[in-house]
């Protein structure tokens, strides 16, 4: 058990929908990562946040987003879906920040469906 | 930029034969390395991690990897493989504490097959 929680841990829905996934960083984690897993892909880096604050961007669509609440759980947030869309979403959390992240604890992912 | 390569997308074995996990890296500043395991319907898992100490590292589980600057490699290695072994394997890349873009950047991946 790495100590990250994601919910839900499938989610199916349908194009043009929006859903929100929910990451529990380790206890005393300040940083969160998102990443998204496909077959063609591979696992592709979305966002971080540290303590609150976004830091670095990565291949994240205008029609994700997320944010990292006081408690330092995260959202991430998929609107207008599409098929492509259906992945592996990971969170993981790190108890370094930029510069130098250390050692990422993964979640169990949130496996989405759209239709 | 950094960016690391697994030369192979599949390795096959039979079980009690060796293991070898290719990954070739570049980065701009003197990296960390780690190697990271994914069974099937799990998240990652550390396996072994480099951090400018022993340029050989001993993970979790048998394996062990080790740092080769001169051929910009982190190649994973296990003496003996378990059928539990049967994994997908990445190979990730951080920059060091000089600058860079900080977030991790993973390989594809490398899937081991383990044959009983």
């Known amino acids: 058990d790495s100590g990250v929680t994601q919910t839900p841990k499938h989610l199916i829905t349908a194009t043009g929908q929006r859903v929100t996934l929910r990451c529990s960083p380790r206890?005393?984690?300040?940083?969160v990562y998102w990443y998204q897993q496909s077959l063609d892909q591979g696992l592709q880096f979305l966002i971080q946040?540290?303590?609150?604050?976004?830091?670095a961007k990565g291949n994240i669509l205008e029609r994700f987003s997320a944010q990292q609440f006081p408690d330092l759980h995260s959202e991430l947030n998929l609107s207008s879906l599409e098929l492509g869309d259906s992945a592996l979403y990971f969170c993981?959390?790190?108890?370094?920040?930029?510069?130098?992240?250390?050692?990422?604890?993964f979640g169990e992912g949130s496996r989405l469906t759209v239709l | 930029a950094q960016s690391v390569t697994q030369l192979d997308s599949h390795v096959s074995v039979s079980e009690g034969t060796p293991v070898l996990l290719r990954c070739n890296y570049s980065?701009?500043?003197?990296?960390?390395l780690f190697w990271y395991v994914q069974h099937p319907n799990k998240g990652l898992q550390l396996l072994l991690k480099?951090?400018?100490?022993?340029?050989l590292v001993k993970g979790i589980n048998g394996f062990e990897a080790e740092f080769k600057k001169s051929e910009t490699s982190f190649h994973l290695t296990k003496p003996s493989a378990h059928m539990s072994d049967a994994a997908e394997y990445f190979c990730v890349v951080s920059p060091g504490q000089s600058g860079g873009s900080y977030i991790p950047t993973f390989g594809r991946g490398t899937s081991l097959i383990v044959h009983p």
């Open positions: 480099y951090t400018s100490a022993a340029t």
């Open positions: 993981a959390s790190s108890e370094e920040g930029p510069p130098t992240p250390g050692e990422l604890f």
């Open positions: 980065s701009s500043y003197s990296p960390s």
């Open positions: 946040y540290y303590n609150g604050e976004e830091r």
């Open positions: 206890s005393g984690d300040l940083s």
